[in-house]
């Protein structure tokens, strides 16, 4: 059996997991649909974060909106520092994000210190370099303009009149930041604070691509962890922090290239992360990649560079997980300090305070921001199987499979069908996710569950008329097993 992560594309071609959107007029760049099963796993890696994030840290989880005034955003810094490096064709128009553009130029040439390099350079070097390398436009071959900054927020009106400018989220946090003297007060929260949010991000992203890769509109999970510095870290929710400790994780540090295993406490005692807070959050998330599916081969953590740092910023490092498009970022993990409180307190005019152990200041904040969508479609990637059977299908953990079973009658006949709905009905009533297919036949009706990753396909035949037994097929190694409906409803 062999992994192959180009078939991944195919399957979720063919059963429409996720698709552009507004198909049926012009295409444009950067939107998602998601069909049925790719909403049911999306849910599903939904709920395992929500678990972790939320249940287990015993963390607040709130709904804010998703179009904020400018205020907000010119206290967040995104009005004056949400900006990508542009260039665009002086023939044809065809904007490019300059840095993308000079990365992909150094992997065609198979320069990859060069490449690792970019992100290192300012405006007027990435203008250089693109100039000296002669890099063209890539679609009429047209010279390209002066590399600018373009500001990723889309910007509306509020009301009929116009007269207020706002701007779509470009992160789920600031929501968080805004509500926060609020919830504070009205949820009876002490030091440590924890407020999760899920929820639409929009970016005006220059040349959105590698499908769910760069979109304009993807989903954020983002915790924000607010604590006192001047106090000793806690236990937060069912989480032990010295336990947490132990765990190891793949870690690239700063100025490194290969990712070495260490510790968490190894990684705190050499400064790669700042608190044991933050360490919570990349404990977390290694284990959120587990329980989704992820071999811990298929992902990374990294410390960002100093160059990749905002200003305010107190430590970052990154989860990149390994696709057909190389190592691709998943979570972005942060130290902000009381930057984020400290400015809407300034822009606002509203004082936004905490007292804890008798000392009135604006608490910290650790973050942990994960990607839905790019998540959904690294484990898709990472779980395609092929080789072993004539179709390609998804090995995908029961847990976040768009359904634990499929039910089949053997045949067309009416007394099967009405038995294998039944148990159909009774699996959804119970909880248990489960779908009923009589169509095709029983061949097909097994390709098509594994294809999506269906665990089990259950099979209603003539012996399960007389004695109420049921066939069940493992998805990963086709073998059937005999169980009865009784055993098979008390254990799912
Ligand atoms: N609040 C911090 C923040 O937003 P970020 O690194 O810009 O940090 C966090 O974004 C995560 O959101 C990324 O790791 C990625 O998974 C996801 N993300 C960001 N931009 C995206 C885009 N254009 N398309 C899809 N996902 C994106």
Redesign the pocket.
């Known amino acids: 059996m062999e992994k192959n992560e180009s078939k991944a594309m195919s399957i979720v071609s063919r059963r429409g997991i996720f698709y552009q959107s507004f198909g049926i007029y012009k295409e444009i760049g950067g939107f998602y649909d998601y069909g049925p099963v790719g909403v049911r796993i999306r849910r599903n890696i939904e709920n395992a974060w929500r678990r972790l994030f939320v249940d287990m840290l015993q963390a607040i989880e709130i709904e804010s909106s998703s179009i904020m005034p400018e205020a907000v955003f010119e206290a967040s810094g995104h009005l004056s520092t949400f900006t990508d490096p542009m260039t665009k064709c002086k023939v044809c128009n065809t904007p490019y994000r300059a840095d993308k553009l000079l990365e992909s130029f150094y992997e065609k040439k198979h320069d990859y210190k060069s490449m690792e390099e970019v992100k290192k350079l300012s405006l007027e070097e990435l203008d250089r370099k693109i100039r000296e390398h002669g890099i063209k436009c890539e679609k009429c071959g047209g010279e390209l303009g002066k590399v600018e900054k373009f500001n990723l927020m889309f910007q509306l009106k509020i009301g009929p009149t116009g007269s207020e400018t706002g701007y779509l989220r470009p992160?789920t946090?600031q929501g968080i930041f805004v509500d926060f003297r609020d919830l504070f007060k009205t949820q009876g929260l002490k030091m440590p604070a924890l407020i999760a949010q899920v929820g639409k991000?929009y970016?005006n992203?220059i040349s959105p691509r590698q499908q769910?890769?760069?979109?304009r509109e993807?989903t954020?999970m983002?915790l924000e962890l607010f604590f006192d510095p001047e106090e000793e870290e806690k236990d937060i929710g069912f989480i032990e922090l010295e336990k947490v400790l132990d765990t190891k994780i793949s870690f690239i540090k700063s100025g490194e290239e290969e990712a070495i295993k260490a510790s968490l406490k190894e990684l705190l005692e050499s400064k790669s992360i700042p608190n044991k807070y933050f360490a919570l959050l990349l404990y977390l998330e290694n284990r959120l990649m587990q329980e989704i599916g992820f071999d811990e081969k298929a992902y990374r953590f990294r410390e960002l560079e100093k160059e990749e740092l905002p200003h305010y910023s107190k430590g970052n490092v990154?989860l990149e997980v390994n696709t057909e498009y190389g190592f691709i970022?998943?979570?972005?993990n942060?130290y902000r300090t009381d930057y984020d409180l400290s400015s809407h307190a300034r822009v606002s005019g509203v004082e936004i305070t905490v007292v804890n152990n008798g000392r009135k200041f604006v608490p910290h904040v650790v973050?942990a921001?994960?990607?839905l969508?790019?998540l959904l479609f690294s484990i898709i990637e990472n779980s395609v199987v092929s080789g072993d059977r004539e179709w390609d299908w998804l090995r995908l953990k029961e847990s976040i499979a768009p359904y634990k079973y499929a039910v089949f009658p053997l045949q067309k006949d009416d007394k099967l069908l009405k038995k294998a709905r039944e148990l159909a009905k009774m699996l959804v009533e119970k909880g248990v996710s489960a779908y009923y297919s009589d169509s095709g036949s029983i061949g097909k009706r097994y390709a098509k569950a594994d294809e999506i990753g269906v665990p089990y396909c259950i099979t209603i035949d003539y012996q399960t008329l007389e004695d109420d037994t049921v066939t069940i097929r493992n998805r990963d190694d086709s073998k059937q097993i005999r169980k009865g409906i009784a055993e098979l409803l008390s254990s799912s």
């Open positions: 992160e946090a991000s970016r992203e769910l890769v760069r979109m993807f954020q983002e990154d970022e998943v979570a972005g942060a973050e921001s994960m990607g969508d790019r």
